[in-house]
Antibody, heavy 125, light 106 residues
């Protein structure tokens, strides 16, 4: 069974950098899947932040691209998110998830099948 | 791609049949997934490729549609079904979701 678990500080100061890690078990981060980050701000829906492949290739949401950095640590089977220059608007529950291709011959045939439970990050002084 | 779900909230009773709509701003063929999300829990994949039931998901859930209009139907509401539902397109980056439909008990 694939499991993902987010970890990191629950409180970040304004203008600081949010750093989260997602530990993956039951699957190799070096496989054919992509590894993603999402967030849900209070009272809002799900927002895709970006994704990373084990080779280090990334795709970021243009709305956050200038502040986001993702990385992979294959030795620990984990991936990480850094979001810089945070403000109160970045207060949210942050989730990590696996993006899985159900048809390897079709580049659009994918979904997010395993998710972490989420971790609340509050930006406040 | 803009995703528009309707209704944004819905009150229904146990045993009711409910339908949630998702419209996209451009043709995405059938590259549409549906998720169920409960507070404090991880989102759960229900339907992929518009109409395919994810393994382990009860058959009372079904999806249909293609192009720009999609629907999620729950044939007979059970107590565990009350949650927020999201559609998500897998056709383009950035990956985008509808704004969610909150299903509540009447």
């Amino acid at each position: 069974q694939v499991q993902l678990q987010e970890s990191g500080p629950g409180l970040v100061r304004p203008s600081g950098t949010l750093s989260l890690t997602c530990d993956v078990s039951g699957a190799s981060i070096s496989g054919s899947d992509w590894w993603s980050w999402f967030r849900q701000s209070p009272g809002q829906g799900l927002e895709w932040i970006g994704e990373i492949y084990h080779s280090g290739i990334t795709n970021y949401n243009p709305s956050l691209k200038s502040r986001v950095t993702m990385s992979v640590d294959k030795s620990k089977n984990q991936f990480s998110l850094r979001l810089s220059s945070v403000t109160a608007a970045d207060t949210a529950i942050y989730y990590c998830a696996r993006r899985y291709y159900y048809d390897g011959s079709d580049p659009y045939s994918h979904y997010f099948d395993y998710w972490g439970q989420g971790t609340l990050v509050t930006v406040s002084s | 791609i803009q995703m528009t779900q309707s209704p944004s909230s819905l009150s229904a009773s146990l045993g009711d049949r409910v339908t949630i709509s998702c419209r996209t701003s451009q043709n995405i063929n059938n590259y549409l997934n549906w998720y169920q999300h409960k507070p404090g829990k991880a989102p759960k994949l229900l339907i992929y490729a518009a109409s395919n039931l994810q393994r382990g998901v009860p058959s009372r859930f079904s999806g249909s549609g293609s192009g720009t209009h999609f629907t999620l139907t729950i044939s007979s509401l059970q107590p565990e079904d009350f949650a927020t539902f999201y559609c998500q397109q897998s056709y383009l980056t950035p990956r985008t979701f509808g704004q969610g439909t909150k299903l509540e008990i009447k």
